[in-house]
Nanobody, 116 residues
Framework: QVQLVESGGGLVQPGGSLRLSCAVS????????MDWYRQAPGKQRELVAN???????SYADSVKGRFTISRDNAKNTVFLQMNSLKPEDTAVYYC??????????WGQGTAVTVSS
């Protein structure tokens, strides 16, 4: 069974950094795309960044220049490096993967709080 497990969330001061990880297990298939979404209290879930099988990436305008999505194929893990964090980045961050052969999968979420 495919599982996505996020880690790396926590409390950080404005201007600080965090690195989120999303480890994929239970499949030998390569993903077509993996994404990080976030959902702040009282708001809709929004797409933050994605990385495609080809290695291409894209970002929401609100995080461009501050966040970087990357992957470690050997560890079947995708990362989200978040720098220059702002209070408005506070949210639960979710990892999502789409496999052509298997469909869509979501992680359980990891909370990020940016506050002084």
């Amino acid at each position: 069974q495919v599982q996505l497990v996020e880690s790396g969330g926590g409390l950080v001061q404005p201007g600080g950094s965090l690195r989120l990880s999303c480890a994929v297990s239970g499949t030998s298939f390569s993903f077509n795309v993996m994404d990080w979404y976030r959902q702040a209290p009282g708001k809709q879930r929004e797409l933050v960044a994605n990385i495609f099988r080809s290695g291409g990436t894209s970002y929401a305008d609100s995080v461009k220049g501050r966040f970087t999505i990357s992957r470690d194929n050997a560890k079947n893990t995708v990362f989200l490096q978040m720098n220059s964090l702002k209070p408005e980045d506070t949210a639960v961050y979710y990892c999502h993967a789409y496999f052509l052969e298997l469909g869509h999968y979501w992680g359980q979420g990891t909370a990020v709080t940016v506050s002084s």
